[in-house]
């Protein structure tokens, strides 16, 4: 993409599509192509705005000087998009590689690496190697870098974490972004780390270590760079409570951390670590989790200025993003944003020594928008929108209900109805069910399942979008009820997700299916030979249809992560009470059972969940005189469909195989 052409859309107003009720529903390719824009990044200064955008049919970086308004494209990748941009400094940015379109978020799988680029793009350089560059010489175990934090009065170095020195645990070191040199920070630190937590002075300070062969880990924290590591808490993953170090206050001293120890989500407290005991409750929500989910992944709570660490207003997501602002000035701010901007959920990012102000906008019938606010000025400025050929008719309205299941549990979900849908009338409906399985995978008018139900609702469809027991940050009842559970109660909750819809009164219990990717792909082919009476149909992509192969396979990932392992033990029930629970639990035995139509999909180049997994069940089934429908698997592909004119054809295939099965054609004589 041209400077000019890059400059030209920066300043384009965002067109509008036909809103006519009669008209047409939007071409499949509408809704997959690459956005225009994405995940822009304000400089420290202001002055110049760093996006991703499409470029050799991939993401890739750009920067804008919102003084002249020129735009430079920085990189050109054909087979990885660029993810985690940071700047460094207003000449410098750092990145990574990865695959933007996945069932459990963007995820790096065989992407990572770690790399530098400057503003105008002269300087360009790799730090770090990918995955995929690692595995094609043979080296299984990754021993990259990534980006840990900026360091105070230079752009020239950065702190990143590696596992350079040993296979099993994370150090911290300086890194030089004109050479690539590293000097090791970490030369004393427990064993088996990961997650370093540093105190405004960038001194690694507290460390989580994990506890071999378990789901149990160690929190250490030290209270100098000199001083010895001393164990301040220590949790399990599968059993709970939780703790998660967010950060220091700006003492140095008290730190900011999740737990869910006697409630029932994870809140922000305030922590002693020389008393070794919560103190003052900063931030909770009675339904979702903040700070950090059951668990540890980060996930929205408190807001602290970048500099000064002082909080600021709190955030949570939940069924849709909620602001709190403690500051005065700020708070004054949102409610002016929000007054120009109605009907969005805004948020906005201010950077200290300036008084520009990068706005996101979005909802579930409006693709995200960036907006300019100068303080100064007073003035108010769109740059650019996301998918500017969408507008809210081409969108359906993302609605939230409380799934209910059989044992009590009551888990917030969401729901899609086709544009002009009357009350009571049954339509063909599709149960989505999301990857992982313990991501929380789909938040509001964003994910893998938010993009296939618009799709499927533009064409007549209503989709069921359901969280279930596992999914992270909906609280310690949902999260830890799903340990032990795999392919039993937690494929319980999603058949009661689809008895939900037809109690409702708009699914068709004649016309249900079960579609996901990943855990999803998965789960619907445990649906379908659990259930096979309640789904007529799936479609199940990038799916594990053998848990034992998943776990031992050296064609995938998860075998050179001992930790792994041992959590997905813990997720599926396998253990000294249980030996045969991952064959037991597998759909690649139980073919036979399986009666309904099945279309399935998969990249030839997955690693997470590898080509074998879905060759195996296709034989499977395939042996047991119940074949596939259709079988589509992508060369050069991984774990999602990063080519937009493969994922055109995947959803044109799977809307003429849904047609087929639950849709108008179904219903023909």
């Known amino acids: 993409m041209s400077a000019a052409v890059l400059a030209a859309v920066a300043t384009a107003v965002s067109a509008q599509s036909n809103t006519d009720p009669k008209a047409a529903p939007r071409a499949v390719a509408d809704y997959l192509k690459l956005p225009q824009f994405g995940s822009p990044r304000l400089s420290p200064s202001g002055k110049y705005l760093a996006a991703v955008t ?85 080296q299984f175990v990754y021993r990259g870098m990534s980006f840990l934090a900026r360091l105070p009065g230079t752009s020239d170095e950065v702190l990143v974490r590696g596992r350079l020195r040993t296979a099993d645990a994370e150090d911290v070191y300086r890194l030089d972004l004109r050479n690539g040199r590293t000097v090791l920070v970490t030369s004393e630190r427990p064993p088996r780390t990961s997650d370093w937590v540093l105190d405004s002075k960038r001194v690694p300070r507290v460390v989580t270590s994990w506890v071999k062969d378990t789901s149990q880990y160690i929190v250490y924290y030290r209270k100098t760079a000199e001083s010895a590591w001393e164990e301040i808490a220590r949790h399990d993953s599968a059993e709970g409570p939780g703790f998660s170090v967010l950060g220091f206050l700006s003492d140095d001293k008290t730190l900011m951390v999740a737990s869910n120890a006697g409630r029932e989500t994870m809140a922000v407290f305030k922590f002693d670590p020389e008393t070794r005991k919560l103190g003052d409750l900063l931030a909770q929500h009675p339904r979702y989790d903040m700070g950090a989910d ?52 805004n948020s906005f990012a201010r950077f200290p020594g300036s008084k520009r102000v990068l706005i996101t906008s979005y909802s579930d019938q409006q693709p995200s928008k960036w907006y300019l606010l100068d303080e100064d000025k007073r003035t108010l400025e769109e740059l650019f929108s996301s998918r500017p050929w969408l507008a809210s008719d081409d969108l359906v309205p993302m609605r939230s209900f409380m799934l209910k299941t059989r044992d009590g549990l009551e888990i917030p979900s969401y729901y899609f109805l086709p544009k002009g849908h009357k009350a009571g009338e049954r339509l063909p409906t599709i149960v989505h069910i999301h990857g992982g399985p313990h991501v929380r995978a789909d938040g509001w008018a964003s994910g893998f399942g938010y993009a296939e139900a618009q799709i499927l609702a533009s064409r007549g469809y209503a989709v069921v979008l359901p969280n279930f027991r596992i999914t992270p940050g909906l609280g310690s009842k949902v999260y830890y009820a799903g340990f032990g559970t795999v392919g039993r109660q937690m494929s319980e909750d999603h058949e009661d997700a689809a008895h939900w819809a037809v109690k409702e009164g708009f699914a068709d219990p004649a016309r249900l299916c079960m579609s996901g990717a990943s855990y999803g792909g998965y789960a619907t082919l445990r649906a379908l030979a659990k259930t096979p009476g309640l789904f007529k149909c799936g479609v199940a992509g990038l799916v594990v249809s053998d848990l034992e192969m998943q776990l031992t396979s050296t064609a995938g990932d998860t075998t050179y992560s001992p930790a792994g ?105």
């Open 54 to 138: 499409p470029i050799n049919g991939r993401l890739n970086l750009a920067v804008v000087d919102l003084e002249t308004r020129k735009g430079t494209a920085l990189t050109s990748f054909d087979s990885f998009d660029v993810l985690n941009v940071r700047w460094v400094g207003d000449e410098r940015l750092v990145f990574t590689l990865g695959q933007q379109n996945t069932p459990t978020g963007p995820g790096q799988f065989d992407g990572g690496g770690l790399f530098v680029v400057s503003r105008d793009g002269k300087e360009s350089r790799k730090l770090s190697p990918t995955v995929r560059e690692m595995r094609n010489s043979w």
């Open 294 to 345: 059951a668990l540890g992944e980060s996930v929205p709570g408190v807001i602290t200025e970048p500099e000064s660490d002082r909080v600021t207003g709190y955030r949570v997501d939940a069924e849709r993003p909620q602001t709190v602002w403690l500051d005065e000035t700020e708070a004054r701010t949102q409610a002016a944003i929000d007054a120009a901007l109605p009907g969005a959920y």
């Open 565 to 669: 392992v041992a959590f997905w033990h813990k997720l599926v029930g396998q253990g000294e009470k249980n030996r045969t629970a991952l064959k037991d639990n597998s759909p690649v035995h139980m073919a036979a059972k399986i009666k309904g139509a099945l279309f399935m999909y998969a990249g030839s180049e997955d690693i997470r969940t590898p080509l074998e997994q879905t060759t195996a069940m296709v034989k499977a089934l395939e042996a047991a005189g119940n074949p596939p429908k259709v079988v589509l698997i992508k060369k050069q592909e991984g774990h999602g469909y990063g080519k937009v004119e493969n994922r055109i054809e995947l959803y044109e295939k799977m809307l003429q195989f849904l047609d087929e099965q639950i849709g108008p054609k179904s219903q023909r004589p």
